[in-house]
């Protein structure tokens, strides 16, 4: 399991409102949106690649 709460990314501004989620284990989930919408960075950040600006990522919730 993965948890978001009020998470937020970006390059000094948050490039989207505070994001919860939560990603079941063994579940297929798509990220799709335009280009430069933020799909890599939000990738990147429940990755541990980047930090997030605001908020927390849980990983093995059960």
């Known amino acids: 399991m993965i ?6 990314w ?3 501004r948050p ?3 505070p994001l919860d989620l939560q990603l079941a284990a063994g579940s ?3 990220v799709i ?3 430069g ?3 890599s960075s939000l990738l990147k950040v429940i990755a541990g690649l980047d930090r997030p600006l605001v908020g927390r990522i849980e990983l093995g919730v059960p």
């Open 33 to 35: 949106g335009s280009n």
């Open 28 to 30: 297929l989930t798509a």
């Open 10 to 12: 970006g390059s000094g």
């Open 37 to 39: 919408s933020g799909k």
């Open 15 to 17: 490039l989207t409102p």
């Open 3 to 8: 948890e978001c709460h009020g998470l937020q």
